[in-house]
């Protein structure tokens, strides 16, 4: 059993980072292609055109890959989290259910015809389905991220004769003021993913000195949107966010600053290594009162720290849901210094000859992965040992007929699979990119 | 209320295996009725842009499964816990392989995506029949509502059985041929030329096959599940499948005789449709059948959820997919007729 729980968590960690590397860039992406394809359709300049194909090549190679790592993820509730899906499928059935049926027929309808049918559809019917599969994606965020919203904060259910979970309203369920709150914040990260991404291919071409009007497009709308959204999932998002956990997870806050002792006039940690064994932050630098004033908006307010909490019902791993949050509000905090930098550099006329600042551009896309990455882990190690949180422990969802030597195998099988997976992916991506977006203009004009 | 889920349910396995099941079909006759690179490409242009909406429906058959009847979802997909990941892997390459193959013009990258691409689509076929073959014979359901099952036992039917025995590898089979029948019935509606040719040739070798195998598997089943058969006969939706079955073939004889390409095609979909709702008829209202003692079998009446999850489902659930067949009719009128892949607009380099 014990081993059926560690490799089952191993599997669904592994698994769900690796399909998140690939959805943030269809999410955040997506915007960019209907906008590049609303100009065309409005201007009528072919370099917009040609962006918007340029993209929609690599965002089909990319929304095949998020696809077909996002299978299994649905099945691994059944297969791995069968005591989780018994206990609560009643309710978070319905998010997933409708995240299928309303939000994957929509992307999978469309997604063909924006990659390879503008010939057949037309502009206008094709600038539809390019919306279409944007908006689908962002549906299907939605309502996974209702699901996951229910796992750290459990509304509109009521709890059945044999202990298992109900769904009481749906509207609850459904607007839960975490589901709304974090799909703002992953919305806005998953927007800077995207900005990064066209920013770090323009930046790409002007160092080269290749396809000049599209470099210049990419470089302006990835920067301009860049320091807005880096902007946006700083203050409010983040900032609600993490008023919203203190509020409602305060041991996953005091987890996620490492607080082993809690009090007023709670300082903020800006780096450092959390000692478990002495209940102390090493070698820190930190920012006094500032927790108490970012949680709660005053400096005497008391912060409540890990010895609040009894011990199973803290954190297991506060050591790295510590780096997690530090890791992903570090680099949002840098993202912001480069995009300034970069929008200020543009504002002048001097964006395209400032070769350090574009060298940093083009090096800078990986680290919005990582960022959201870390987010990602800070909810979900923070929420630890619930799977939801205070009603259900993780250890309670395994799988119990299903033995840890069949999880092994199965890890293991995604670990290869998605090995290759990745090598293909990047060859693919690095050929469309090396290719550029003059050559993907469309050969016979619409009939 | 419980009878409605069920027959949802049914809808959308129906709707998965005539659509889907044309993909997988015509994916593993691709090299048969494919000789050049460019007759290849026609079975995947054939195959067209919503194959991915096809594969939404067992994507949204199982969760919804999971929303109607959780104790179904959650027994069967930790009991069939290693075919179900190999289902997964295969589902993965073969959504790889159609998204890839079509990006570079090179006859070595070509070859081994559609040789991927063959080969899942014919472990897709295998696995997806055999999964029907273990609902219809029973699993060894504990008393508890569970169970786990070996990938294979002594390949006895009756007993210690595994996921793969007689009777399942038979079901597998017959599933395998009648999805590349229905295939090759779709190829030759979609496509023209020498592909055209040997669809029509292979189609009408295959379609004799699956009526031969029908009577086996009918012979087969008669003896894993007898009442199926007496459940099947007793319910409105029983003949609706059995006329489906016997309808189809007949549809599906004339159609390839006379050239009626359009009409081959209906009868191949009626023909698996009324496999599936006759099955589905015949069983209801077990749905999960233990091999160790009756008692322990799953009924739909058992397994359905409770509260007010059912209901608000029932709202949204009519919304949703009249949406998503709408989205399709949307794509689908621009890619009537027989396929041309000249006609996409970026053309791989």
Redo the contacts between chains.
């Keep these: 059993m014990e081993d059926t729980l560690f490799w089952s968590r191993l599997q669904f960690a592994f698994t769900i980072t690796y399909h998140y590397l690939f959805p943030q860039l269809t999410m955040g992406l997506a915007w960019f292609i209907v906008y590049f394809k609303w100009r065309h359709l409005r201007t009528g300049q072919e370099h917009f055109g040609n962006a918007a194909?340029f993209w929609?090549?690599i965002f089909?190679?990319n929304f095949?890959?998020g696809?077909?790592?996002g299978?299994?993820m649905?099945?691994q509730?059944?297969?791995?989290w069968?005591?989780f899906?018994?206990f609560s499928?009643?309710?978070i059935?319905?998010t997933?259910?409708?995240?299928?049926?309303?939000a994957?027929?929509?992307e999978?309808?469309?997604?063909?015809?924006m990659?390879?049918?503008?010939?057949?559809?037309g502009p206008r019917?094709h600038f539809?389905?390019t919306v279409?599969v944007a908006l689908g994606s962002w549906l299907s965020g939605y309502f996974i991220l209702a699901t996951n919203a229910f796992m750290q904060h459990p509304v509109g259910y009521?709890t059945?004769p044999d202990g298992t979970l109900?769904?009481?309203?749906?509207s609850d369920f459904l607007l839960n003021p975490w589901a709304i709150v974090m799909f703002l914040h992953n919305q806005c990260a998953a927007l800077v993913t995207g900005s990064f991404v066209v920013t770090a291919v323009g930046a790409l071409y002007v160092l080269r000195g290749k396809y000049p009007e599209q470099a210049s497009l990419f470089l302006k709308t990835g920067t301009l949107a860049g320091l807005i959204v880096c902007l946006l999932v700083a203050f409010p998002t983040g900032d609600r966010q993490a008023k919203m956990v203190a509020r409602y997870q305060p041991v996953s806050l005091a987890g996620m600053e490492g607080l082993f002792h809690g009090g007023p006039n709670a300082e903020l940690e800006i780096i450092g290594q959390p000692n478990a064994t002495t209940g102390r932050i090493d070698n820190p630098i930190y920012l006094p009162n500032a927790l108490s004033i970012l949680a709660f908006g005053y400096s005497r307010a008391k912060v409540q720290g890990l010895d609040a909490f009894p011990a199973d019902e803290r954190p297991p791993n506060i050591e790295l849901l510590f780096y997690s949050f530090h890791i992903m509000a570090g680099l949002g905090t840098l993202f912001i210094l480069l995009m300034a930098l970069a929008n200020l550099q543009r504002w002048r006329g001097r964006l395209e000859k400032s070769r350090g600042l574009l060298w940093a551009l083009m090096l800078a896309f990986p680290f919005p992965y990582i960022a959201t990455t870390a987010g990602w882990m800070t909810a979900e190690l923070g929420r630890q040992p619930w799977l939801i949180f205070k009603l259900f422990r993780t250890s309670q969802g395994v799988?119990?007929?299903?033995n840890g030597g069949?999880v092994l195998?199965?890890l293991m099988?995604f670990t290869g699979?998605y090995f290759i997976?990745g090598v293909?992916y990047l060859f693919?991506i690095g050929?469309e990119i090396a290719?550029g977006p003059a050559?993907?203009k469309?050969?016979v004009s619409y009939g | 209320m419980v009878e409605i889920w069920y027959a949802i349910l049914s809808f959308m396995l129906v709707m998965f295996l005539v659509l889907e099941g044309f993909d997988f079909g015509a994916g593993m006759l691709q090299f048969v009725v494919g000789k050049t690179e460019a007759e290849r490409r026609l079975v995947i242009a054939a195959i067209g842009p919503l194959w991915s909406w096809h594969e939404v429906w067992l994507v949204g058959f199982g969760a919804t499964l999971l929303v109607a009847f959780p104790a179904i979802f959650t027994a069967s997909f930790a009991g069939f816990y290693l075919a179900l990941f190999l289902l997964l892997w295969c589902l993965i390459l073969r959504g790889v392989s159609i998204e890839v193959s079509g990006h570079i013009a090179d006859p070595m990258w070509r070859a081994a995506w559609h040789f991927i691409f063959v080969v899942s689509n014919i472990l897709l076929a295998i696995l997806i029949g055999a999964a029907l073959g273990n609902v219809l014979r029973g699993v060894p359901l504990e008393a508890n509502g569970k169970f786990a099952l070996a990938f294979f036992s002594n390949f006895s039917p009756y007993g210690r059985v595994g996921i793969l025995d007689w009777y399942t590898v038979s079901v597998a089979v017959f599933i395998l041929v009648t999805l590349a029948a229905h295939g090759a019935n779709g190829l030759v509606q979609k496509t023209s030329g020498p592909v055209h040719d040997r669809s029509l040739r292979l189609a009408v070798t295959l379609w004799k096959i699956v009526a031969a195998l029908l009577v086996v598997i009918t012979v087969e089943s008669w003896q894993v599940r007898p009442e199926m058969f007496h459940g099947m006969i007793h319910q409105p939706f029983g003949w609706l499948g059995l006329a489906g079955i016997f309808g189809g073939l007949v549809f599906v004889f004339t159609g390839l005789q006379g050239n009626r390409e359009f009409l081959a095609v209906l009868g191949s979909s009626a023909f698996i449709a009324g496999l599936m709702i006759a099955g589905a008829a015949g069983v209801f209202p077990v749905m999960l059948r233990s091999t160790i003692a009756p008692e322990n079998s799953l009924s739909a009446f058992q397994a359905a959820a409770a509260g007010n999850g059912l209901t608000a489902a029932l709202i949204w659930w009519p919304v949703a997919s009249i949406l998503a067949v709408t989205y399709m009719v949307f794509i689908y009128r621009h890619y009537r007729g027989k396929v041309e892949p000249e006609q996409d607009a970026q053309q791989p380099y």
Excluded: C, Y
């Design positions: 194909r929609a090549r089909g190679i095949a890959v696809v077909v790592t299978i299994p649905e099945f509730f059944g297969t791995n069968a005591g899906s018994n499928g009643n309710v059935g319905q997933l259910a409708m995240e299928g049926m309303f994957f027929f929509l999978s309808a469309m997604i063909g015809a990659v390879w049918g503008e010939k057949r559809l019917n539809i389905a279409g009521t059945a109900r769904l009481d309203h749906i799988s119990d007929v299903v069949d195998f199965t099988g699979l997976l293909l693919m050929r290719h050559a993907a469309l050969e």
